[in-house]
């Protein structure tokens, strides 16, 4: 079993960037794949991105495409999403999530394993 952790999120403006990571423990992340997802007020959870555990493929929301990164550093057990030219409608609470799933998924109910979240906030 992998414990996950997210930090990183916070306050910032219109256009800014902010850097989340996910933090794991007990296991190894090159053993999952792993994904981004978030939710807003009074919103579902909703995929963000997705990185595969051998780091070769990735996939993205067209909502976050071309601002979105998500990577990780194996070495570090850690997993990453950086986000650019940040939007209001980004706002929300960020959760990571591991799946012992051979193909990347961008359904939640795919993942096995979820952090508590990290909220982030873009002011207009």
């Known amino acids: 079993q992998v414990q996950l952790v997210e930090s990183g999120g916070g306050l910032v403006q219109a256009g800014g960037s902010l850097r989340l990571s996910c933090a794991a423990s007990g296991r190894t992340l090159s053993s999952y794949n792993m994904g981004w997802f978030r939710q807003a007020p009074g919103k579902g959870r909703d995929f963000v991105a997705a990185d595969s555990r051998g780091g070769g493929s990735t996939n993205y929301a067209d909502s976050v495409k071309g601002r979105f990164t998500i990577s990780r550093d194996n070495a570090k057990n850690t997993v990453y999403l950086q986000m650019n030219r940040l939007k209001p409608e980004d706002t929300a609470v960020y959760y990571c999530?591991?799946?012992?799933?051979?193909?990347?998924?961008?359904?939640?109910?795919?993942?096995?394993?979820w952090g508590r979240g990290t909220q982030v906030t873009v002011s207009s």
């Open positions: 999530a591991a799946t012992s799933a051979p193909v990347l998924h961008d359904e939640d109910y795919e993942y096995d394993y």
